[in-house]
């Protein structure tokens, strides 16, 4: 019988990290990596950029030969956990019991569908490689493509299908759009910069159907309005993959709730990525992010501290986010709810808008659009809980202005 | 021990400031560079997270 180890489910980026954080902290017992798509495991962020407008290859985080040989991992891919039960420190891979000392549960989210709409060939949703290889080839120049989710996928996509030569129209249900992601404010002028690359997004869209027997052919708005259609991308966010955890005697509220060690309640259980909801205690709440970096930092967190080499770390995040919308850089640090948001400089339609977010005294997000700058400096200071006014005077004395 | 920053790559993020900013800083045209005068061994781990946590994979370490 093989030692027990590390178990790492899922090999996104949060796995992978994972899967380094464990070695580098210096655990030498065996590693095993699942996931359960068969590539090695990939970068995401580029599948709704480059990957569509240039036809980029896949970038990987890790070669499966990189991770076998240099970090002495069993990768097993294409193959899916179904179960873990804390008691016997198992988890359960097909027909095979897997013994765990140390589990991190990286499972990632999955796109939210809409129930009823996903019938006719043509309608889409983006997240896996294999997504974006159908999108690849089914968006022409010439292509109608209705958008369904004003959110930064649809944005993204939305930007790339343009630029590829195809008509596109961004559909948003809400009055305004990014409201959960950067606020009221900021989700109304970041609208200002999507007319400015040419998008028609409709906002206050209701869609109703999605029209067409085997192949989608048109959208239909509960106003009655009927889009013609040739791909229709859904892209109204995305859920925790946790189903396969009921029964394990976890806590599961949107996502495994962990402590802020990433602790999942269990011993020597822990969650990172998309899929964790933890105490952040930066701002001293719960929360679960989607973010490449967070997913990135959490996973070498939770890997360190499921081999328990050492004393268990909190895990310390100032959320980021970045979007690119064609040349367009919009970054976000820190969280959308606050007491104030200010214009510190430019606008979203000219290109160089810096804006801060105050909670209470200290400054606590910042939204930039082409001012990267700026952004890193203020998510240094969120991080130490720097004041409102040295953010302020910080933000003024770094901005660029579009010229 | 040596970083090199393929500016074609980076993308400005600046998760290599975030980790070490007495290494790196992003610039005003949104691409990292190296602040440090000189690396030293006491750097290899800060320098290390950074190229690992690069996410446009652009820093690489020399030596």
């Known amino acids: ?403 | 021990m040596e970083v090199r920053i393929d500016t074609a790559a980076c993308a400005g993020h600046g998760v290599c400031e975030a980790l070490a900013p007495h290494i790196f800083e992003v610039d005003d045209e949104g691409k990292a560079q190296v602040v440090a005068q000189t690396l030293d061994e006491a750097d290899r781990v800060d320098v290390e997270n950074a190229v690992n946590q690069c996410p446009e994979q652009a820093l690489r370490l020399i030596g």
């Open chain 1, 1 to 403: 019988m093989s030692t027990a180890g590390l178990v790492v489910v899922g090999a996104g980026l949060a796995g992978v990290r994972a899967v380094e954080g464990a070695r580098r902290s210096g655990f030498t017992g065996p590693v095993t990596l699942l996931g359960t798509e068969t590539d090695a495991p990939y970068d995401r962020p580029p599948l709704s950029k480059a990957f569509l407008t240039e036809s980029a290859a896949l970038k990987y985080l890790r070669t499966a030969e990189s991770l076998r040989g240099e970090l002495d991992v069993d990768l097993r891919l294409g193959e899916t956990a179904t179960a873990v039960d804390p008691a016997t420190r198992t988890v359960t891979v097909g027909a095979e019991e897997l013994p765990y000392a140390g589990l991190v549960i990286a499972t990632g989210s999955t796109a939210r569908l809409l129930p009823g709409m996903h019938g006719p060939a043509g309608v889409h949703t983006l997240r896996s490689h294999a997504d974006a290889l159908a999108l690849r080839s089914a968006v022409r120049p010439g292509s109608r493509v209705v958008v369904i989710g004003a959110g930064f996928i649809g944005s993204e996509f939305a930007c790339s299908a343009l630029h590829v030569g195809a008509h596109v129209t961004v559909l948003e249900a809400a009055d305004v759009p990014l409201v959960r992601a950067v606020g009221p404010a900021m989700g109304e002028a970041l609208g200002g910069l999507r007319g400015r690359h040419g998008i028609d997004v409709r906002c206050g869209a209701v869609v109703e159907a999605v029209m067409g027997e085997d192949t989608v052919e048109a959208v239909r708005l509960a106003d009655g309005q009927v889009l013609p259609a040739d791909v229709v991308l859904v892209g109204v966010g995305a859920a925790p993959v946790t189903e396969w955890l009921r029964g394990s005697g976890l806590t599961i509220e949107d996502g495994v709730v962990c402590d802020a060690t990433l602790n999942a309640g269990a011993p020597g259980v822990y969650a990172a990525g998309d899929v964790a909801r933890w105490h952040n205690p930066t701002f001293d709440r719960s929360m679960r992010l989607e973010h490449w970096t967070s997913a990135a930092e959490q996973g070498a967190v939770a890997g360190r501290n499921a081999v328990g080499t050492g004393e268990p770390v909190t895990c310390d995040v100032v959320p980021y986010f970045w979007s690119d919308w064609v040349t367009d850089r919009i970054q976000f640090v820190g969280v959308p709810e606050s007491d104030e948001v200010v214009t510190v400089a430019g606008s979203a339609e000219t290109g160089d808008l810096l804006a801060l977010y105050r909670t209470g005294d200290r400054v606590t997000g910042a939204l930039g659009v082409n001012q990267r700058r700026a952004v890193l400096r203020l998510r240094l200071m969120i991080g130490q809980h720097a004041g409102w006014q040295e953010a302020v005077e910080l933000a003024r004395s770094t901005t660029v202005r579009s010229s």
